[in-house]
């Protein structure tokens, strides 16, 4: 299920990227590839209130990327996205997205799966709050359990755009440890309740035309 939903994400951000909009363009075509290992972590926790519930999705990528004709370029990346809801009042208390491209060193992971590390800053945006705030992570994964192979395969179509995306990976479920804190509140005080690291490949076509 995460697969999808991030090659949806793909998808979508292929096209901001290139900065056309589907229903307008006359035609366009966009080539991604991408080759390389990652680490995913979600966490869920709820105060001792009952009501303020904190989820966490935390992501770190190492590898190569393609888009169009010339050579992959090497990238490495983190994704934290934080969101904080009071039940109780039926509040949106935070709503946090953010992305950081990586230095080496930052996601170090074996190509074994045996274990993956994220040390880095990420700066978060509150949709709520309007506001930015960075938060440290320093989270580590220990693969456990078999390898699970996946492949998948869908194409999207509407009017005027086409998507065809094509997925194989290698899994391995894991454990963390570590914090998501933004050096008050550590957003992720419990283990994961899902945790894995992969080794995948995957590509896409989209097609746009009036």
Sequence with gaps: MRRTLLAALAALALLLVAGVSPAHAQVQTWHFKFKGLDAFAVYSTVDSSGCVYTDVLLYGVDGRVKFGPGKPDAESAAVAIVDRYD????????????YATL???QFQIDSQLNEASLTATIELYDYVSDTSFPVSVDMDWVGHGDKVTVKDHFQMKSSGFK???KFS???????????????TTNFTPEPAVYADMGSLKEGEIAVARN
């Design 103 to 105: 230095t080496p060193g």
């Design 87 to 98: 039940a109780c009042a039926d509040k949106e208390l935070l709503g946090a997205f953010g």
């Design 169 to 183: 990976g290698t899994f391995r479920e894991s454990t963390t440890a570590g914090a998501v804190s933004d050096g």
């Design 163 to 165: 998507l065809n995306y």
